[in-house]
T-cell receptor
């Protein structure tokens, strides 16, 4: 299957600062990327969908000013958690798909801890 | 809106035995895809098996097979000859035909394998 690389795998940041998470498709062009949030022992909750070159579509209840998503190229999408608070601590996972695939490919995930 | 339901938060199986994980879904679409993903402690999402709704034949992948009942909107996963490495969270997921890779996940089932 195709490879999606997510970086960093773990990050600790101070409350009030911003942190950027990158999601790269290494061997295919990802027309669409998805960002999920997962709490321990819980399911993946879709936060937003991003299409290359256009604004992201956020799910209901997700603050677009808090979670900035950029999908500037067909191989890279970024999620920036702005003015992070301890309640933003979570596991964030990206996935990517192309027009040629019926399945989405997942990154390794990022564990964010805000102290 | 589509929904996916996994009614078994936890399941346990003896090594070498067979276990079935349940999944039901609700949709008004006629064309869609169903998936089972495995999430081990590393939290990397791994595709286990995929089923296209237009195919009547149940998908199989080595020790993993599904029982797809389209009319009943049921999509269970059977794991045969269970191995210790099968212990993980298992998520059932739905994707509409025109959703561009967007997945709707069930709540997950935590499978433990006893030696």
């Amino acid at each position: 299957g195709a490879v999606v690389s997510q970086h960093p795998s773990r990050v600790i940041c101070k409350s009030g600062t911003s942190v950027k998470i990158e999601c790269r498709s290494l061997d295919f062009q990802a027309t669409t990327m998805f960002w999920y949030r997962q709490f321990p022992k819980k399911s993946l909750m879709l936060m937003a969908t991003s299409n290359e070159g256009s604004k992201a579509t956020y799910e209901q209840g997700v603050e677009k000013d808090k979670f900035l998503i950029n999908h500037a190229s067909l191989t890279l999408s970024t999620l920036t958690v702005t003015s992070a608070h301890p309640e933003d601590s979570s596991f964030y996972i990206c996935s990517a798909s192309s027009l040629l695939n019926t399945e989405a490919f997942f990154g390794q995930g990022t564990r964010l801890t805000v102290v | 809106a589509q929904t996916v339901t996994q009614s078994q938060p936890e399941m346990s199986v003896q090594e070498a035995e067979t276990v079935t994980l349940s999944c039901t879904y609700d949709t008004s679409e006629s064309d869609y895809y169903l998936f089972w993903y495995k999430q081990p402690p590393s939290r990397q999402m791994i595709l286990v098996i995929r089923q296209e709704a237009y195919k009547q034949q149940n998908a199989t992948e080595n020790r993993f097979s599904v029982n797809f009942q389209k009319a009943a909107k049921s999509f269970s996963l059977k794991i045969s000859d269970s191995q210790l490495g099968d212990a993980a969270m298992y998520f059932c997921a739905y994707r509409g035909d025109n959703q561009g890779g967007k997945l709707i996940f069930g709540q997950g089932t935590e499978l433990s394998v006893k030696p």
